[in-house]
């Protein structure tokens, strides 16, 4: 007998003049009203950076580039294992749709304390917060690997 499957998420931090882009869990989904960084589940043979692209263009409209991985985050739900990837992206092009989010936005590092998000997402949002404190540009991905 196995125990809860493992899903494999990549998140989009995605930078714009100094701000990271949330957005909110729609009605009727896991975790509704939630704040999130764009994302979703990896497809097969698809990497974090491909899947965050594709992802953030299906949810909220937004052209991104790649530019940097962190450390995976595991987490374990009741009901089911997530890994998630988080690939910090620069903004390219495109105005804010609400296709599959109720609301999303760009905020300062600091404004994350004042939003509700994923258990899963603490530790991350600890780290951007940290970072974005004594830093006006993008926080947190000195020493990453593209």
Known sequence: MSGPRVVEVAIALVWKQGLILVSRRPPGVHLEGYW???????????????????EVL????LRVLPR??????????PERHVRIHPVDVDYLSGEIEFREVSDARFVSPSELTHLRFPEANA???????RAGAGSRSEPGISGTEP
């Open 123 to 129: 530790d991350l949002v600890r780290e951007l917060v």
């Open 36 to 54: 999130e960084f764009p994302g979703g589940k990896l497809r097969p043979a698809e990497s974090a950076e491909e899947c965050v692209v594709r």
């Open 58 to 61: 299906e949810e909220v409209g």
């Open 68 to 77: 940097a991985r962190r450390a995976p985050i595991a987490f374990e739900y």
